[in-house]
C-alpha cells in the first residue's frame, strides 16, 4: 500500500472518535480519562445524537458534533469530519484506554504498511455481566501488568467496536464507511466495515494496547430491538457479503440459544424475554421474506 509506506517512518495524525447517546455522565469521565495517554491525539471528535447527549462536556477538551441517532449514522459523521487524519480510533463512551494505547497503535501502524484495521487487548469487559463502575474499571487498568514482553499481534476476524482503530487511506481510497442501513445500536456494524476493509489488508489484536470496557447499560437499545438484530443483522450482513454465512448461521444459533436458556430466569441486566421475542419476530419475519434490519425502527 503506497500510502502506508509514505507513512513509515513519521508520527500519524491520530483522531479519537466516540459517538454517544444518553450517557452524558460516563462520556465526560471517558474523555477526561484520554487526558492520560502518553501519546496525545491530534483530534477527538465526540458525536451525540442531540446536544442534550454532551451536555456538561468542555468544547476544549474535545469537537463536538451532532447526527442523526445510530451508531453508523454517527460514526460515519466523525469520519466525515477527520479528513487531515491518517487514523481513526473508536473508543465507546464507557471504554477507558490505557496511557499508552494510542502509543502502541500507532506503532504498529507504523510497523506494518498492511495493516488496515486494529483493535487492543480489553482487560475487562463489563458487557458480559452486569457492567463496571468507572472507579472499579480504573483499578482494573491500574492493576493491569501489561503484555508480555515481546507478544506479537494476532491476526483476528474483526476488530472490536468498543476500541477500533482504523488506516483511513484505504477506506478513502475504496470509498468505505459504517453501513447505515444498520440502524439504532447498529449491531455488527464493527463486523461488515471490518470485513469489507480486511480484502485491502491485514486486522491484528495489539497486545500493548489495552483498555476496560465498562459495559455501562444505561442508553442501550432494547431488548426487543436488540433480539430482532440478532437475527436480522448477520442474515442482511451474509446476504450482502460482508459476513460468512457459517459464522452468521452460529452466531443466530448462539444468541437465540442463550435468550431461550435464560428467559424463565432473566439475568436481571438484561431483557432475556424482550430479546427472545425479537428473535422470534425475526424468525417470522425472514420465513415471509421480509426480514430486514431497518424493522427495528418500527418497534
Request: aromatic share 6%; proline share 6%; charged share 25%.
Given at each position: 500500500?503506497?500510502?502506508g509506506s509514505q507513512e513509515r517512518?513519521?508520527?500519524?495524525?491520530?483522531?479519537?472518535?466516540?459517538?454517544?447517546?444518553?450517557?452524558?455522565?460516563?462520556?465526560?469521565?471517558?474523555?477526561?480519562?484520554?487526558?492520560?495517554?502518553?501519546?496525545?491525539?491530534?483530534?477527538?471528535?465526540?458525536?451525540?445524537?442531540?446536544?442534550?447527549?454532551?451536555?456538561?462536556?468542555?468544547?476544549?477538551?474535545?469537537?463536538?458534533?451532532?447526527?442523526?441517532?445510530?451508531?453508523?449514522?454517527?460514526?460515519n459523521a466523525v469520519l466525515a469530519?477527520?479528513?487531515?487524519?491518517?487514523?481513526?480510533?473508536?473508543?465507546?463512551?464507557?471504554?477507558?484506554?490505557?496511557?499508552?494505547?494510542?502509543?502502541?497503535?500507532?506503532?504498529?501502524?507504523?510497523?506494518?504498511?498492511?495493516?488496515?484495521?486494529?483493535?487492543?487487548?480489553?482487560?475487562?469487559?463489563?458487557?458480559?455481566?452486569?457492567?463496571?463502575?468507572?472507579?472499579?474499571?480504573?483499578?482494573?487498568?491500574?492493576?493491569?501488568?501489561?503484555?508480555?514482553?515481546?507478544?506479537?499481534?494476532?491476526?483476528?476476524?474483526?476488530?472490536?467496536?468498543?476500541?477500533?482503530?482504523?488506516?483511513?487511506?484505504?477506506?478513502?481510497?475504496?470509498?468505505?464507511?459504517?453501513?447505515?442501513?444498520?440502524?439504532?445500536?447498529?449491531?455488527?456494524?464493527?463486523?461488515?466495515?471490518?470485513?469489507?476493509?480486511?480484502?485491502?489488508?491485514?486486522?491484528?489484536?495489539?497486545?500493548?494496547?489495552?483498555?476496560?470496557?465498562?459495559?455501562?447499560?444505561?442508553?442501550?437499545?432494547?431488548?426487543?430491538?436488540?433480539?430482532?438484530?440478532?437475527?436480522?443483522?448477520?442474515?442482511?450482513?451474509?446476504?450482502?457479503?460482508?459476513?460468512?454465512?457459517?459464522?452468521?448461521?452460529?452466531?443466530?444459533?448462539?444468541?437465540?440459544?442463550?435468550?431461550?436458556?435464560?428467559?424463565?430466569?432473566?439475568?436481571?441486566?438484561?431483557?432475556?424475554?424482550?430479546?427472545?421475542?425479537?428473535?422470534?419476530?425475526?424468525?417470522?419475519?425472514?420465513?415471509?421474506?421480509?426480514?430486514?434490519?431497518?424493522?427495528?425502527?418500527?418497534?
Amino acid at each position: 500500500m503506497r500510502a502506508g509506506s509514505q507513512e513509515r517512518g513519521r508520527q500519524l495524525r491520530i483522531a479519537v472518535g466516540i459517538v454517544t447517546t444518553g450517557r452524558a455522565a460516563v462520556l465526560r469521565e471517558a474523555v477526561a480519562e484520554l487526558g492520560r495517554q502518553v501519546r496525545a491525539p491530534e483530534r477527538v471528535v465526540v458525536c451525540g445524537a442531540s446536544a442534550g447527549d454532551l451536555d456538561g462536556l468542555e468544547a476544549g477538551r474535545a469537537e463536538l458534533i451532532t447526527a442523526p441517532l445510530g451508531t453508523s449514522r454517527q460514526r460515519n459523521a466523525v469520519l466525515a469530519a477527520i479528513g487531515d487524519c491518517d487514523l481513526v480510533v473508536f473508543l465507546d463512551d464507557d471504554f477507558l484506554a490505557a496511557p499508552g494505547f494510542l502509543a502502541a497503535m500507532e506503532a504498529a501502524f507504523l510497523a506494518d504498511p498492511l495493516l488496515v484495521a486494529a483493535t487492543g487487548h480489553v482487560v475487562a469487559d463489563g458487557i458480559k455481566g452486569p457492567g463496571l463502575g468507572m472507579a472499579e474499571g480504573r483499578a482494573l487498568l491500574a492493576a493491569d501488568g501489561g503484555a508480555a514482553p515481546g507478544e506479537p499481534p494476532v491476526a483476528v476476524y474483526n476488530a472490536y467496536g468498543c476500541n477500533m482503530v482504523l488506516r483511513l487511506a484505504p477506506m478513502r481510497a475504496h470509498g468505505l464507511a459504517f453501513d447505515p442501513d444498520l440502524p439504532l445500536y447498529g449491531w455488527y456494524e464493527d463486523i461488515d466495515l471490518c470485513r469489507r476493509l480486511a480484502r485491502h489488508g491485514r486486522i491484528l489484536r495489539i497486545p500493548a494496547a489495552r483498555g476496560v470496557h465498562l459495559g455501562v447499560k444505561s442508553g442501550r437499545t432494547s431488548g426487543l430491538r436488540l433480539g430482532y438484530s440478532q437475527i436480522a443483522n448477520p442474515v442482511y450482513l451474509a446476504r450482502k457479503g460482508s459476513y460468512d454465512w457459517r459464522r452468521a448461521l452460529w452466531s443466530m444459533v448462539r444468541n437465540l440459544g442463550a435468550n431461550l436458556l435464560h428467559a424463565p430466569r432473566p439475568e436481571p441486566f438484561i431483557d432475556r424475554r424482550g430479546r427472545l421475542r425479537g428473535n422470534l419476530l425475526a424468525l417470522g419475519d425472514l420465513l415471509r421474506g421480509r426480514c430486514d434490519p431497518r424493522r427495528i425502527l418500527a418497534m
